[in-house]
């Protein structure tokens, strides 16, 4: 796997040694990255290697066998959180775009984990109305359209049971969050769901520089 560091705190030399010093992903993953990073600019959404390392042992470590992903784009996340799950766990794959879906099918059929995929296209706001209000979810992770990152989360922090997670990407956004002059409207949102879920008295959470920010979510 190239190195990608997707990060400001981050040179290129400390996230090779990073990378090295982490548990290697495989030639399934090697080519998936590889092909996603033919797509051009596009490329620049799928998460970190890092990243999908620790979302699969929190995958590992919470027990979860019930898991929502919002924004799946070429299946990478999916592929590291799905190969956590025990016997009979499923992962919901929430997204709008069946192009690069269909990048993340393949892989996940090369993977022998299909079986534990559930992808759904179409706006993810729907999707999770549409869920049992029951709640059942150990894990999500949202890595989406910013603008959709406050009701992606209270649609799905009723239907995660107490002591589940929520793990949310791109929440420092390159470190603009903290830069006055920023003002547009990815900015904007990532600012306000961080200020609402630091007030939310219904949760614990910790920002982490992780990647381009990384948050973790744990319901009361």
């Given at each position: 796997m190239a190195p990608d560091p997707k990060s400001f705190l981050l040179n290129d030399v400390l996230h090779s040694y990073l990378v090295a010093h982490s548990s290697p992903h495989d030639g399934i993953v090697d080519d998936l990255v590889r092909e996603t990073a033919a797509l051009g600019p596009e490329s620049g959404m799928q998460i970190a290697p890092e990243e999908g390392l620790l979302l699969m042992l929190l995958v590992r470590l919470t027990g979860a066998r019930r898991v929502v992903e919002v924004g799946?784009?070429?299946g990478f996340s999916a592929l590291c959180m799905a190969r956590a799950l025990p016997a009979g766990g499923h992962l919901l794959c929430c997204d709008v775009n069946e192009e690069w879906t269909s990048i993340a099918r393949r892989y996940w059929?090369?993977?022998?984990?299909?079986?534990?995929?559930?992808?759904?296209?179409g706006p993810a706001a729907d999707t999770l109305t549409s869920l049992p209000p029951d709640p059942v979810i150990d894990m999500s992770f949202i890595d989406a359209d910013k603008g959709g990152y406050l009701t992606y989360y209270e649609e799905l922090l009723p239907r995660t049971r107490p002591g589940g997670l929520i793990c949310v990407d791109n929440t420092l956004w390159s470190g603009r969050v903290v830069d006055p002059e920023q003002r547009d409207d990815n900015v904007e949102a990532i600012r306000a769901f961080n200020d609402r879920v630091a007030a939310d008295d219904r949760v614990d959470c910790v920002l982490l520089p992780v990647a381009d920010g990384l948050t973790l979510i744990r319901k009361h």
């Open positions: 799946t784009f070429t059929e090369r993977a022998g984990v299909a079986d534990r995929i559930e992808l759904r296209l």
